[in-house]
């Protein structure tokens, strides 16, 4: 009797262990597994870009903190570095579609590393988010991939037009991060737009490349000092950025420099230091603009969670992560093709950096703002909205 009873407790033991294993059991954090939906995150949390990475990074915790549950259930973020790093970019894209299992991606800043991760959510049918990955090859021919920024045709048309218009310039250097998709692509909507304001094929009169990392800039402002230029644009990466723009004043060239929205980061003021003033690029924000109530919530919280004036690409970041459970909840599922097909259908989605509507390639039509260097700190100049279709 005691062996039939000692045989049909572990019986009993088996069952127990093999139902819990088909019920899921618990989440990473001690949530019941189908009381979590996850959202994963990939940035650049070391290497070259991981200042702008740590920037989105805030924005995506806070929102989390204010808004940590959909359709009932807790939002677990499951956040990877992808190291400024193509090849590491779709190796945490690939983690978080086949081990993490999440319903949605938020990132990158970056464009490259948002590129390099899209076809690993296009194959796997998992819909993604962009940050401030302004490149239109992120959303190109991927019906999975979406952003709440502006993309780069318009951010170039932007600042070819305050060269030509505000500036007034009729001769722009580049120096460009030639292994960088973003600075290549901005340079040439630029070019596009300032050769057909100007009418002249040859109003950009040097063209100067350097690979991200490289800290000596002498060769190519040498070249721009010895061009006629009369402005310089040099859209890239924050940290070789204020290096020019320092390196620029040491050698003696006074010319005006304008760049894209990576500039927007402490590191280009405590890097560039006085050589950063009068500098004037484009972003996406600016904490003075009061676009939405989802504005007054994020400036009130960021405010008091960090004690500090957010960064642009901040405020996207939080932005993306609600738009994430704005489609969970018009979804009412965290299924991925349910998700995707709610985001294709985003319009009027009021975010703190501006009211987002997506068009037919998944790009938020929105306005650009545009900012400078006065006194050690960055400061509005003006707004510039798309044209309307």
Same mark, same amino acid.
């Given at each position: 009797?005691?062996?039939?009873?000692?045989?049909?407790?572990?019986?009993?033991?088996?069952?127990?262990?093999?139902?819990?294993?088909?019920?899921?059991?618990?989440?990473?954090?001690?949530?019941?597994?189908?009381?979590?939906?996850?959202?994963?995150?990939?940035?650049?949390?070391?290497?070259?870009?991981?200042?702008?990475?740590?920037?989105?990074?805030?924005?995506?915790?806070?929102?989390?903190?204010?808004?940590?549950? %959909?359709?009932?259930? &807790? #939002?677990?973020? @499951?956040?990877?570095?992808?190291? /400024?790093?193509?090849?590491? =970019? *779709?190796? $945490?894209?690939?983690?978080? %579609?086949?081990?993490? &299992? #999440?319903?949605? @991606?938020?990132?990158?800043?970056? /464009?490259?590393?948002?590129? =390099? *991760?899209? $076809?690993?959510?296009?194959?796997?049918?998992?819909?993604?988010?962009?940050?401030?990955?302004?490149?239109?090859?992120?959303?190109?021919?991927?019906?999975?991939?979406?952003?709440?920024?502006?993309?780069?045709?318009?951010?170039?048309?932007?600042?070819?037009?305050?060269?030509?218009?505000?500036?007034?310039?009729?001769?722009?250097?580049?120096?460009?991060?030639?292994?960088?998709?973003?600075?290549?692509?901005?340079?040439?909507?630029?070019?596009?737009?300032?050769?057909?304001?100007?009418?002249?094929?040859?109003?950009?009169?040097?063209?100067?490349?350097?690979?991200?990392?490289?800290?000596?800039?002498?060769?190519?402002?040498?070249?721009?000092?010895?061009?006629?230029?009369?402005?310089?644009?040099?859209?890239?990466?924050?940290?070789?950025?204020?290096?020019?723009?320092?390196?620029?004043?040491?050698?003696?060239?006074?010319?005006?420099?304008?760049?894209?929205?990576?500039?927007?980061?402490?590191?280009?003021?405590?890097?560039?230091?006085?050589?950063?003033?009068?500098?004037?690029?484009?972003?996406?924000?600016?904490?003075?603009?009061?676009?939405?109530?989802?504005?007054?919530?994020?400036?009130?919280?960021?405010?008091?969670?960090?004690?500090?004036?957010?960064?642009?690409?901040?405020?996207?970041?939080?932005?993306?992560?609600?738009?994430?459970?704005?489609?969970?909840?018009?979804?009412?599922?965290?299924?991925?093709?349910?998700?995707?097909?709610?985001?294709?259908?985003?319009?009027?989605?009021?975010?703190?950096?501006?009211?987002?509507?997506?068009?037919?390639?998944?790009?938020?039509?929105?306005?650009?703002?545009?900012?400078?260097?006065?006194?050690?700190?960055?400061?509005?100049?003006?707004?510039?909205?798309?044209?309307?279709?």
């Amino acid at each position: 009797m005691k062996r039939k009873l000692s045989l049909l407790v572990a019986l009993v033991m088996i069952f127990s262990i093999i139902a819990a294993g088909c019920s899921g059991g618990q989440a990473a954090n001690g949530q019941p597994a189908e009381e979590v939906i996850k959202i994963g995150v990939f940035e650049p949390l070391t290497g070259a870009n991981a200042a702008g990475g740590a920037l989105e990074v805030e924005g995506i915790k806070l929102a989390n903190k204010l808004h940590p549950t %959909v359709l009932g259930k &807790k #939002v677990e973020l @499951v956040i990877l570095d992808n190291k /400024s790093d193509k090849v590491e =970019a *779709a190796n $945490a894209a690939t983690r978080l %579609v086949d081990q993490e &299992k #999440v319903s949605v @991606v938020l990132g990158s800043w970056g /464009s490259g590393f948002s590129i =390099a *991760a899209g $076809a690993v959510y296009k194959e796997a049918g998992v819909p993604a988010i962009g940050t401030s990955c302004t490149n239109p090859l992120v959303t190109l021919n991927n019906d999975y991939y979406f952003r709440v920024c502006f993309i780069d045709p318009f951010q170039g048309n932007v600042m070819a037009n305050y060269a030509f218009n505000e500036v007034k310039v009729k001769k722009v250097a580049f120096i460009i991060e030639k292994n960088n998709d973003y600075s290549v692509g901005l340079a040439k909507f630029f070019e596009d737009t300032f050769k057909e304001l100007t009418g002249d094929q040859n109003a950009i009169v040097y063209t100067g490349y350097y690979t991200t990392g490289d800290q000596d800039f002498t060769a190519q402002l040498t070249g721009i000092k010895e061009s006629g230029a009369e402005a310089i644009f040099a859209p890239g990466n924050f940290t070789e950025s204020a290096l020019v723009m320092k390196q620029a004043k040491e050698l003696g060239i006074n010319l005006p420099i304008l760049g894209g929205d990576t500039w927007e980061t402490p590191d280009v003021i405590s890097t560039a230091g006085a050589a950063a003033e009068g500098v004037v690029f484009s972003t996406f924000f600016d904490a003075n603009a009061k676009l939405t109530n989802t504005t007054t919530e994020f400036l009130d919280a960021y405010q008091k969670e960090y004690a500090k004036e957010p960064a642009a690409v901040t405020a996207l970041a939080f932005d993306a992560y609600l738009l994430a459970l704005d489609a969970i909840e018009r979804a009412g599922s965290a299924d991925h093709e349910a998700i995707r097909k709610a985001l294709a259908e985003t319009k009027d989605f009021p975010g703190a950096a501006g009211t987002v509507t997506l068009d037919a390639n998944g790009d938020a039509v929105k306005s650009a703002v545009i900012k400078t260097v006065k006194d050690g700190k960055f400061t509005y100049l003006t707004t510039v909205e798309p044209v309307k279709k």
